[in-house]
């Protein structure tokens, strides 16, 4: 079977790490809150199931799916990677799709695009370059004793250019992330995403433009931004 778009074999697993507790956002396990009337999870899990053979979802314990998504779930684990690691482990797809459930709005375009990139080169991210200014907060040891002290200091500039933010999908080669994720337990790494464990091993991950609309809902300002945006993305 061809999937829409791409001329990838139905060999591919979309693998959704949802087992946070959403510490941050205050309202219980994120990938149960609703956005426009859809969790989360069930953004995401609509999105991906066109372009896959199969959805797996790992879920904090004791949690079920909300009723209604195309998906199996498996428990999580304590962080993410320890999740993402169980969830490859639960699929034989030749390629997988892993996509952060606190990242509702995917573009299929990117999908696509993640996909491609992953059967050619074995690992590949959605990223944008950046667009702010970066610079790194005074360490408070270097402040004059007259500074207010709790106010965060403009430290060492870091030059933009060149620099990516991550985000999710990325997709891998199932054996190469398996292997990338066995290293880092062998090693003691904890990373917050997946590419990262593969640049480790000095294996080349493609770079694939993300979009704006992918950003992670993590604090309440990130969830009005979400709902805000909602009604226009439902109505595309
Ligand atoms: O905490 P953060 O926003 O970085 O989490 C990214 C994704 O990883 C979320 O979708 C979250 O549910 C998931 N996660 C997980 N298992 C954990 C911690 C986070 O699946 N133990």
Redesign the pocket.
């Known amino acids: 079977m061809s999937l829409p778009g791409t001329n990838l074999p139905s060999t591919v697993a979309a693998l959704i790490?949802?087992?946070?507790s959403g510490s941050r956002l205050g309202q219980g396990p994120?990938?149960y809150v609703e956005v426009g009337a859809l969790s989360l999870l069930g953004r995401s899990v609509a999105a991906l199931a066109p372009y896959v053979g199969e959805v797996i979802v790992?879920l904090p314990a004791g949690m079920e799916l909300p009723p209604g998504l195309n998906a199996r779930c498996i428990v999580?684990?304590?962080?993410?990677q320890?999740?993402v690691h169980a969830l490859l482990e639960a699929t034989d797809a030749r390629f997988v799709l892993i996509h952060?459930?606190?990242r509702p709005f995917l573009p299929p375009e990117v999908i696509r695009a993640v996909l491609d990139a992953a059967q050619q080169y074995g690992a590949a991210t959605a990223a944008l370059p950046v667009a702010d200014t970066l610079v790194a907060q005074q360490p408070d040891a270097q402040k004059p004793d007259a500074q207010q002290p709790d106010a965060p200091l403009w430290g060492a500039l870091t030059p933009r250019e060149g620099l990516w933010a991550v985000q999710t999908p990325q997709g891998f080669d199932r054996e190469l992330l398996l292997r990338a994720h066995r290293q880092a337990v062998q090693d003691g790494i904890q990373a917050?995403d997946d590419a990262g464990l593969v640049a480790r091993l000095g294996l080349s991950v493609a770079l694939v433009p993300g979009d704006a609309r992918l950003f992670?809902v993590?604090t309440p300002g990130d969830l009005a931004l979400a709902r805000a945006l909602a009604p226009v993305w439902d109505s595309r």
Not at 17 to 20: C, F, K, T, V
Not at 76 to 80: E, K, M, N, V
């Open positions: 790490p949802a087992a946070g994120k990938a790992a999580g684990g304590p962080t993410r320890a999740s952060d459930a606190a917050t992670k993590t």
